[in-house]
């Protein structure tokens, strides 16, 4: 059974540039949900995708947006890039869209100078 | 954005000490799910809990999920030095799935 795995690991971007984000589930899984994490903060829940649409959104602007494909691997876009975007990006998997256990990847490391 | 209240915010402890942490919220929860997190990694599950009252132990770790349905507390005995990270509490309030993290507790522990 494979995990969830996010790419790129790292990547730093400038300010008003756009970045792309992927995302691929845990086997099994159909639900993907996006979380930003600022250093020192926990988790902050960005989107969820289910059945390639969106299911749910946190307290984000427009400029985060995102896609799931019909094999559940997900995309995270954010454009025109500002300073406070700097934060490890989480993706999460779980079975449904319901209240489920959340299965993370490792992040992608997101830096805007 | 909202976060659950955890507390202590960091803890320096000494090998075999054992440990408690806790999560509250305004909210009451139906699903309390406990995360570690270490450097460079994303938030690994630890235990869930699914019933108000119900006490679950996974190895040396121990959680409650609170009577109010607002609280859960994190146990962990006899700590060793690989028990370093940062513990996350993570729910989604009743009636919705939006997870919500709280703010994390550091552990440090020193040999």
């Known amino acids: 059974e494979t995990g969830v795995t996010q790419s790129p690991t790292h990547l730093i971007k400038t300010r008003g540039q756009q970045v792309t984000l992927r995302c691929s589930s845990q086997?099994?899984?159909?639900?993907v949900s996006w979380y930003q994490q600022a250093l020192g903060q926990g988790p902050q829940f960005i989107f969820q995708?289910?059945?390639?649409?969106?299911?749910g959104r946190g307290n984000f602007p427009p400029r985060f947006s995102g896609l799931q494909f019909p094999n559940y691997s997900s995309e995270l876009n954010v454009n025109a890039l500002e300073l406070d975007d700097s934060a490890l990006y989480l993706c999460?998997?779980?079975?449904?869209?319901?209240?489920?256990?959340?299965?993370f990847g490792a992040g992608s490391r997101l830096t805007v100078l | 954005g909202q976060q659950l209240n955890q507390s202590p915010q960091s803890m320096f402890i000494q090998e075999g000490e054992d440990v408690s942490m806790n999560c509250t919220s305004s909210?009451?929860?139906?699903?309390w799910l406990w995360y570690k997190q270490e450097p460079g990694e994303g938030p690994v599950l630890l235990i869930a809990?699914?019933?108000?009252?119900e006490l679950t132990s996974n190895g040396r770790l121990t959680a409650q999920f609170g009577i109010t349905r607002k609280d859960s507390f994190l146990n962990i005995s006899a700590s060793i030095p690989s028990d370093v990270g940062i513990y996350f509490c993570?729910?989604?309030?009743?009636?919705?799935?939006?997870?919500?993290f709280g703010t994390g507790t550091r552990l440090k522990v020193l040999a």
């Open positions: 999460a998997s779980s079975p449904s869209s319901g209240a489920n256990v959340l299965t």
């Open positions: 086997s099994g899984h159909n639900t």
């Open positions: 995708y289910y059945r390639e649409e969106e299911n």
């Open positions: 909210s009451i929860f139906n699903t």
């Open positions: 809990l699914y019933k108000a009252g």
């Open positions: 993570a729910g989604p309030p009743s009636g919705t799935y939006k997870y919500i």
